[in-house]
């Protein structure tokens, strides 16, 4: 049994998880994947097939924003969505307390409060994408409309 699969974040994205299906698995990758680019070399896919979990601050609140690899969210477009003008990135320290999950391995789910997500429309343009499970090293595979029901994300064009 891999180690990194005992890691308390990666127990928690599994649960989630396997909670809404319990066909999906988490890949554990022996090289890292921190970065789209890196996770997409490991996977041998698609960059833009890669979910990128980014979280940003709103005021007080915060949210989730599900990118493609091949795209940055744009903070233009987040503010006009939220009718908000304080909308920046949330900083390392509010990823791990909100999300339970450090930088680099944040899952679309299992989060340590409840946050409201938003998926770029972008990622449609895949039948099956992969997003974090915890750890750098850890991804799982879904399907891109499962993803959404996974999630209860809301489709908004948030990329540039």
């Known amino acids: 049994m891999n180690p990194i699969l005992e890691k308390e974040p990666v127990k928690r994205a599994e649960k989630s998880i ?3 299906d319990s066909s999906l698995n988490i890949i554990c990758l022996e090289q890292t994947a921190r970065t789209a680019q890196d996770a997409a070399t490991a996977l041998g896919c698609s960059v833009g ?3 990128k979990s980014l979280l940003f601050s709103v005021g007080d609140n915060f949210v989730l924003c599900l990118v493609s690899g091949d795209k940055r969210c744009s903070l233009n477009k987040l503010k006009k969505i939220l009718d908000e003008k304080d909308v920046s990135m949330a ?3 509010d990823v791990k307390k909100i999300t339970g ?4 391995g944040v899952s679309p789910v299992g989060h340590l409060s409840k946050l409201n ?3 770029d429309t972008n990622l449609e343009r895949f039948t099956n994408v992969f997003a974090a499970a915890g750890h750098p090293n850890c991804v799982f595979k879904i399907e891109f409309n499962q993803l ?3 999630t209860n994300g809301q489709m908004k064009e948030i990329a540039e």
């Open 101 to 104: 999950y450090t930088i680099g």
């Open 117 to 119: 997500i938003y998926v």
């Open 18 to 20: 396997k909670e809404f």
């Open 49 to 51: 097939a890669i979910v």
């Open 91 to 93: 900083n390392p320290d």
């Open 148 to 150: 959404i029901k996974l």
